[in-house]
């Protein structure tokens, strides 16, 4: 039997720049709200705020699912884009298919996904040509 969650809730992320960046700052506040672990909540802000706009940039929008366990705290993002070629490529640090214009916004530095990483205690994606993309994080309290 899975433990249920303390709290779940979804969040939609629009694959648009106007709102980009209002999910994960959200799930930032319901944590802090909750009082949870200080390091978890930095952790799963730079985690989750990256992934939502790598969705919104690539994706095309799609959701955020939080799941808030008492020693640990589950993300996943899914979106129904057009899928990650070359996913180990992906991963490597300063690896970008950014736009022009998503440069001069800021982003592209191809660390996003490395961060994710690095932030995250349990990382798995898995990605789909046609089909889209999806993470799934965990992020341990003291770990
Ligand atoms: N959800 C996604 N759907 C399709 N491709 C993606 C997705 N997320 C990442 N990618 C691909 O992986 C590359 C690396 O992503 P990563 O987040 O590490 O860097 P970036 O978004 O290019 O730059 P940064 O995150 O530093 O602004 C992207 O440039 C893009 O080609
Ligand atoms: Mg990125």
Do not use: W
Request: with cysteine.
């Amino acid at each position: 039997m899975t433990d249920q969650p303390l709290f779940k809730k979804a969040f939609p992320v629009k694959g648009d720049f106007a709102s980009a960046g209002e999910a994960s700052v959200k799930v930032k506040n319901i944590l802090k709200d909750i009082g949870y672990d200080s390091g978890v909540i930095r952790r799963v802000a730079v985690a989750t705020y990256e992934a939502e706009m790598n969705v919104v940039m690539y994706g095309g929008g799609g959701e955020i699912v939080m799941a808030v366990n008492a020693d640990h705290v589950n993300i996943i993002i899914v979106d129904q884009g057009p899928g990650i070629p070359d996913i180990k490529q992906a991963l490597v640090e300063g690896y970008s298919t950014a736009t022009e214009e998503m440069r001069e916004m800021g982003f592209g530095a191809g660390m996003g996904l490395p961060n994710i990483r690095k932030n995250s205690n349990e990382f798995t994606i898995d990605s789909e040509m046609g089909k889209g993309t999806r993470l799934d994080l965990v992020f341990r309290c003291g770990g």
